[in-house]
C-alpha cells in the first residue's frame, strides 16, 4: 500500500494516526494516542502522520409519503416515513476566501475592514457586508479581489442612495437583487442586481420607535414568495415585518422593551426565518441565547444557551451570539462571538459542539477566530465565517 493510500485508508476510518513504512509499503492504522494536537504534524522519522479529527455527526431526515388505492368497494391510503442519514465532518483547518489570511485591514479590492454578514448569490459569488468600509463586496470563490457592488469603493460613508454608513445584513432574491440594512442611516436600502444607487425600503432615515422607523437595525430576511421582509430592529429590542411595498411594518418578536423575559428581546443582533415551522430562530446578543419565536406567537422558545441570560464557554452556554444559521436536517449553528467558536447544535439539542474556531481562544492561525459575526452553508454545507476582527471570511470545509 502507498502511502498516499495509507492516508486514504486512515481518514476513512477514523484513524487518529498512520505509519506508513515506504520500503515494504506497510500501512499501520492507529486508533488512538496521547498527543494533544489539532492538526497534521510530520514526526521526526518522516513516516509517522498524527491528526486530531474533528468530530462525526450523523444528519437525519425524515420524509413522508401518502398514496391511494382505489378499488370497486373500498379506497385504502397508505403513509409511509422515509429516514435517510448522512455523517458530517468540518475541516477545523480554515482558507481564507476573501480578505487577508493574516488579519490585515484595508480599502483595497483585496481587503477588508470588519466584515459583518455574508450572502451567496445564484452563482455561488460571496457577498459581504464590509462594515468598516461602508461598502458591500462581491467575491467570486478563488479571486484575489472582490467588486464593490453598493457603497463606494473608496470606503467614503454617506446618507445619499448610492453610499452607505455601517451596511450589516443583507439579502437576496432570485435574481440577485440585494436588501442592504444600512444600519447607522436607520434604513434599508433595495439596490437592483447592477445598479450604482438604491432605493428606501424600510425606515425613514431617523433612528426612532415608530412603526415606520428602525434604531440601529442589523439583520435581514426575505421571503421572496411574499416580498415579505423580516428586520432585526437592535435598539428597539424587536423583530419588524415589512409586507411588500409596505410603508411600515408590524412588530412579530420583541417589542416590550428590553429583557430577559419570555415576551421580550435583549439586542436580537441576528436571526433566520425556519419556513418549516413558521418561525425566526433569534440570538439574542445580551442574553446569551438563541430562542425560536413561532409568528403570530406571544413569546419565544430556547433553543440554545442559559434561559436566564448566563453567559459562559461551556457546550450549554453562549457568550454574545451574533448569528444563526440552520442546515435542511434542522440542526443549528450559532456564531458565538465572545467565546470565538461556532458551536453546532443537533436538533432538539440543548448541548452543542465547536465546529470552528478555539474555545476563548482568539488569533489568526487557520483553526482561530477572533470575533466571528455571519456565518452561512453552502449547498454542500461548508461553512463560511466572516470573521469580524481578523478582517476575512474564513472557510470551513465539510469532509
Known sequence: MTCTECTCAALMNNAVAWNCIADNNTCQLISNNSLDISQFEWMINASCFFQKLPPVFLLTTTSTSTSTSTSTSTSTTSTSTTT??????????AVTVAGSAGGTSGLTA??????YMLRLDSSNALYISDFGNNRVQKWILGDLNGITIAGLANGTAGTSLNTLKSPVGLALDSNDNMYVVDKLNSRVTF?????SSGSVVAGTGTAGSGNNQLNRPNAIELVESTGTLYISDVSNYRII???SNASSGTVVAGGNGEGLGITQLYSPFGFTFDSSTNSLVIADYYANHVVRWVLGASNWILLAGSL?????NSATLLHNPVAVALDQYGNLYVSDTGNHRIQFFLAGQSSGTTLAGVNGSPGTSATQLNQPYGILLDSQLNLYVADYNNNR???FSRY
Open 110 to 115: 483585496s481587503l477588508l475592514s470588519f466584515p
Open 393 to 395: 471570511v474564513q472557510k
Open 241 to 243: 415585518q415589512y409586507l
Open 84 to 93: 435517510s442519514n448522512i455523517a458530517a465532518q468540518w475541516n477545523s483547518t
Open 308 to 312: 436566564g441570560g448566563t453567559s459562559g
Open 191 to 195: 439596490w437592483p442586481n447592477g445598479a
